[in-house]
DNA sequence: AATGAATGAGTATTCATTCAT
DNA sequence: GATGAATGAATACTCATTCAT
């Protein structure tokens, strides 16, 4: 609102756009099928405009997972509004479950790819934003051990034990490995309960 | 030199050596750059020649994706040389292992590629491939609830759990999130108890 | 005529072509500007089309570069045409200046590149064809020292006199730095008397 | 900090700058990869700005060269220093040869590009210039004439004689085609006295 | 005097595939 | 059973330059 805000006009729209158009077709196309092209054209521009705001395609690119994660970020913050650490627990599950099928394609380049693959070797921003969430998680285990809900003492292994199924469970189920018999919320909230009784996990309700 | 050679032409011979070919390649350089034309002259001949054995492109990876699934099988079936049923158990958990460690870019397809990376959306032949292997494991949990080491009934849900299990701790492993402080050997097995430990397996000693 | 040559049929004409096309483009507008698009569209073919016949731009042009040395030796041999050592001499002298004036591209790229402009290093080859030649010179030196000629004992370095002076008259003159108040034939012919006093050389007469 | 550097605007400043960088640029990788990007960059400018102090890149490139010019001259003027005039012809001999070694990217320009690689036909004050080194050189010739050491009368193409043999021998030093058995400096002076003594040149002593 | 946005033409090269032989 | 020729679409990216500000 301020003059300065009016005379840098569109600047930040463009570039806004630029992502957008990325993130849609990378999100129905995949990452393969990205080209500088038809984000341009998405986005009304000419092929080089976008080369004005991002170095390169990995740049672009690396710009639409930083929104990935952004938008990750914001799932599982959501988990912090559960009254109990177990309630707390239980939701970031939850969350992370609800990102991954709401936001399939970025699950996937965010958690599923594999380098080469990928050809965009994660980067260091990416790698802090996972490590971010691990801690996270971790701090939702130290909760749980606190309150006597969880075997101690609280571990980054206890974060991989829960981790690891729930990736499971989801990278499965997005690769199509998964039948449909079953709802698979269903299903994930049954497995990640039989997970955490392995962990000595002590509250019996699931949301 | 014998008539037979002669006579017989090397069709059967040209087939194998051009899956082969794209099979080294693939696992050498990954997917990506795999292609008709550095197939065919790995292989010695010509472009075109390999069109005469397979329809495109994606028939020819489906080819080397069915290697894959073979050589998964033999892994499995190494497991039935466990005495007891906890141990057939515990040997599918390691055989599972062993295949998606010495065999990475394999396992990175079959069970970790996404319908558009690969483009060729899973054929008929994996899925069934893919189905064995669960009944196989089913087989391994049915009989361990018949011996009284595992929560009954036997059920194609308790396979998920542990597949699951197993899956997302080598997925999340082959893709790079799992930092190296631990073997990742030593990581899985204890973690794959914790996951049994919460399907109510009785038997103590892991291998 | 033979069968074999009916059958393959424009295979060695559509090289030919391309290489014609380049040789062209690079002759009237410069190595600078010749791309592998406008070769293929000037000889009639898809952009494509070229790459089966050539690796790639470097491999196309080292081609047309050949083709120049071809003609610069051509014109070479004539001067073996000459019926004593000192005819011979002067006739190479008068070769190398109707090769630079009729062929100026030509000279251009074979003798007044600097690496880094050119981009195609001079290949092995080239740098062959051009040893080609210079021993060729110093035959021609030597007999002439053999017959009393020029002072003795013949040397690469003898070779090198003539060569430079040469070439630094074709040089200027191709990059316009003579203006034409005299024929640069007669100026060529005189320049190259003087040097050749210098060398010792016996014979008045030129050519 | 000064008033006059407050008040009188860098645009002198900034035009020398940009000068300087492309000419940084251009002796560093050559013409070829020299853009107005790169210039403006090292310049600490927006691209655009180079625009407001030179028309278009060729309009740079020539001042660049100019430059180049001037570095040339001053190398020339110091052949004046020489006590006779002998000594005055063979410095300059001397200065040309230590010019084009000591600023090999500026000679190449300077002499040995032809029209489509520099794409700027030589400025009318480039031409000049030359026209300003070859009287310079004719002086030199005159008062050896005058001075008995050289056959005369004067005259342009004697200096054409000396030029184009001096610039033979380094042109294809530059360009790589001397094999450097022999330093290049022995062999340069070596043959411009062979050239000279060709001219009748009468001093034997050779720097 | 300088900037940022945007353009359009151009670059080499890779690829899967069709066709005639 | 295999080959060679050719195609057309696509790719990331570079560059000089115009325009509005």
């Known amino acids: 609102m301020s003059p300065a805000t009016v005379s840098a006009p569109n600047q930040q729209n463009t570039k806004t756009r630029i992502i957008e158009s990325a993130r849609d077709i990378y999100l129905s196309e995949g990452l393969q099928s990205l080209s500088m ?31 990935g994660f952004r938008i990750f970020q914001s799932y599982f913050y959501k988990a912090l509004e559960g009254k109990t650490p177990a309630e707390r627990l239980i939701l970031s599950a939850d969350s992370y479950y609800l990102f991954a099928t709401e ?16 050809a965009t070797a994660p980067s260091e921003q990416a790698q802090d934003l996972i490590r971010a969430s691990i801690q996270f998680l971790y701090d939702r285990v130290a909760e749980c051990v606190d309150a006597g809900l969880l075997d101690g003492p609280a571990s980054k292994r206890q974060v991989l034990h829960l981790w ?5 469970l989801i990278s499965l189920y997005l690769s199509g490995h998964i039948d449909g018999n079953t709802p698979f919320k269903t ?16 509250k019996e309700k699931l949301s």
Do not use: C
Not at 45 to 60: C, G, P, V, W
Not at 103 to 118: A, L
Not at 164 to 168: F, K, L, P, R
């Open 37 to 67: 092209r038809k984000v341009a054209k998405q986005a009304g521009l000419s092929t080089m405009a976008t080369y004005r705001h991002f170095e390169n395609k990995d740049d672009l690119i690396s710009h639409v997972i930083m929104e």
């Open 103 to 118: 936001n399939p394609k970025y699950y996937e380049v965010m958690f599923m790819s594999v380098s080469h693959v990928t």
């Open 164 to 168: 690891s199924h729930s990736h499971g």
């Open 187 to 202: 299903l994930y909230q049954e497995s990640m309960a039989v997970m955490m009784k392995g962990l000595g996990f002590k």
